[in-house]
């Protein structure tokens, strides 16, 4: 019997240990954040909302939020995340909505900031010139439309503000069709010199008021067209400016603050015809010496695709620009309706987020995240920082896809998991540039 019993008591010693070790693994992986796993290799992001920043329940980037949970939201990004970017706060609807100098509500951005500097995170801003949230009064002016003689037929400008236009839209402030897109507005059009004034104007004041503090500014997003062979999207940029108003964006932007890193940001650059298109489109500013400095892809992907060769291939064509590489706005739909889409469209993201989850989602997701982290780690040299679009699915622009490391409730998902594994299997380190 005492040997029996020796016996019992070595089995419960072992199994008492084993608990042991399992709660420090627990511990261990419940203390884990996504800054520290990849601090040798890149910045981790994420765009916060204005209820973060303000630490407030104001009701805004279509996030309805109550402080418990707005405290636990921002509690994750103080634990997870290194660097930051707003939703919406710095889009010229957000920020300019009216005409002139004092047309300007800088608090928002400036709660951002102010958030980011407290926290010592790395601040970016999205985004100066966009085909979508610019008012209608920025386009404004005596000019008739091409083809168009009869300036009766036109609606005037006061009346083209219909709702949903300029307001933010969808999640994250992506409203249905860009925004302004060319049917926006339809009124009379300011001449190519007043709108360049006005391009100017913005850029000087907006970069210029947070030089030194934003380190990285998205400078132009989405210019590409997603379809067909011409290379630039038809918006009102192009049609009043030229194909030239990116490169003299960037030329004002660096203007404002020579030392920030100026990006040029895109989605669907998975896709190798839309990839060849950025490729085009960056080696003809390249040649024109315009400043630009880095390429963020947007990174809207699915459980389904890219695998980690197409991103492999991905950014391996991408690096042959020279340039920085930034994962700007990170998710990996889980919806069955978007497993083909690599859009950053909200329009199609009412689609992309339908028909429930797929068979099995929290398992591929976890492997999506892999396979793509993956990837960014064998590109580090180039990747310098990667940014999640949104904190947790309760606040993500396709929530119904579940596209995030966090649930609604701020608890890792196995992604999580998997993406701090990821991170320990190479050993090269980088420096941010």
């Known amino acids: 019997m005492k040997i029996h019993n020796s016996h019992r008591i070595s089995r419960i010693g072992l199994f008492t240990a084993a608990l042991v070790a399992l709660g420090a693994t ?26 973060i920043a303000t630490g407030t329940s104001v009701r805004a980037d279509n996030v309805n939020r109550n402080m418990e949970q707005i405290n636990k939201d921002t509690a994750l990004v103080r634990a997870q995340f290194n660097q930051i970017v707003p939703e919406n706060d710095l889009k010229w ?22 958030f980011g500097l407290s926290n010592n995170m790395y601040l970016v801003g999205h985004t100066l010139v966009w085909h979508g949230q610019t008012p209608n009064w920025v386009f404004q002016g005596t000019n008739l439309p091409p083809g168009v003689t ?9 009346t083209t503000n219909v709702a949903g236009t300029n307001a933010p839209g969808g999640r994250f402030g992506r409203s249905p069709g860009g925004g302004f897109n060319r ?21 000087h004041t907006v970069v ?11 400078v132009v997003n989405e210019a590409l067209s997603d379809g067909g062979t011409n290379v630039l999207r038809t918006s009102l940029w192009t049609e009043i400016i030229g194909p030239d108003f990116i490169a003299k964006a960037f030329e004002y932007a660096h203007e404002a603050d020579p030392d920030a890193i100026l990006r040029y940001n895109d989605y669907s650059l998975e896709n190798p015809a839309k990839r060849r298109k950025l490729i085009t489109l960056i080696k003809s500013l390249q040649e024109q010496h315009v400043p630009v400095m880095a390429i963020g892809s947007q990174t809207h992907v699915s459980v389904s695709s890219p695998s980690f060769e197409e991103e492999d291939k991905a950014l391996t064509e991408m ?34 987020t339908q028909g429930g989850l797929v068979d099995d989602a929290n398992r591929k997701l976890a ?3 892999e396979g793509l982290f993956k990837a960014f780690l064998k590109h ?15 606040v993500s622009w396709r929530a119904n896809g579940k596209p995030l490391l966090f649930d609604a409730n701020g608890q890792p998902k196995p992604a999580f998991d998997a993406v701090i594994r990821a991170a320990s299997q190479p050993e090269a380190k980088n420096s941010i540039q």
């Not at 049917?183 to 850029?203: C, K, N, V, Y």
């Not at 919806?335 to 689609?351: C, K």
């Open 26 to 51: 627990v511990r261990s992986a419940d203390t884990a954040t996504l800054k520290d796993a990849y601090k040798d290799h890149f910045l981790v992001g994420v765009a916060i909302n204005r209820t």
């Open 93 to 114: 609807a957000l920020i300019h909505p009216r005409a002139g100098a004092d047309g300007y509500n800088f608090a928002p951005a400036d709660a951002f900031v102010n």
């Open 150 to 158: 009869n300036a009766a037929s036109l609606t005037p400008a006061a």
């Open 183 to 203: 049917g926006g507005f339809t009124g009379p059009r300011a001449s190519r010199e007043e709108l360049l004034q006005r391009m100017r104007d913005h850029i």
């Open 208 to 218: 210029g008021r947070y030089k030194g503090k934003i380190k990285v500014w998205d």
């Open 319 to 352: 690096e042959t620009l020279g340039l920085p590489i930034h994962i700007t706005e990170l998710d990996v739909n889980s919806a069955q309706g978007g497993q083909r889409s690599t859009s950053g469209d909200v329009a199609a993201n009412a689609t992309t």
């Open 367 to 369: 492997t999506a995240y």
């Open 380 to 394: 580090e040299k180039s990747v310098k920082v990667v940014t999640f679009w949104g904190v947790n699915d309760g």
